[in-house]
């Protein structure tokens, strides 16, 4: 099978790399910025979902979705948080910090 381009180039990777990294971290888990992705072994351990390396086809969707979910809605949140912001005026040009 081929590999999907997303169409973003190396540094746009990067800023989504670091976004996570940072909305996660608000979440208050432990993320290896040059691992973000990671957190999700983490996240499932704090739920009691029993994710690991490789295969994981025998959870169930809510399992996976209750992961997926707690990931997702940090990032939604920040997203959200970070246009409040910047509509508002209070854009400072970094993270938010």
Request: net charge positive; no cysteine.
């Amino acid at each position: 099978m081929a590999r999907r381009r997303s169409g973003r180039g190396p540094g746009a990777d990067r800023a989504l790399q670091h976004f996570k990294t940072e909305a996660m971290r608000q979440e208050g888990y432990k993320v290896n910025p040059e691992q973000p992705d990671d957190v999700k072994y983490e996240v499932a351990q704090s739920l009691g979902v029993p994710l690991k390396h490789g295969d994981n086809g025998d959870l169930t969707a809510e399992q996976a979705g209750k992961i997926g979910g707690a990931i997702g809605g940090s990032m939604v949140r920040e997203m959200i948080r970070q246009a409040q912001e910047k509509l508002s005026g209070g854009d400072s040009g970094g993270s938010g910090r």
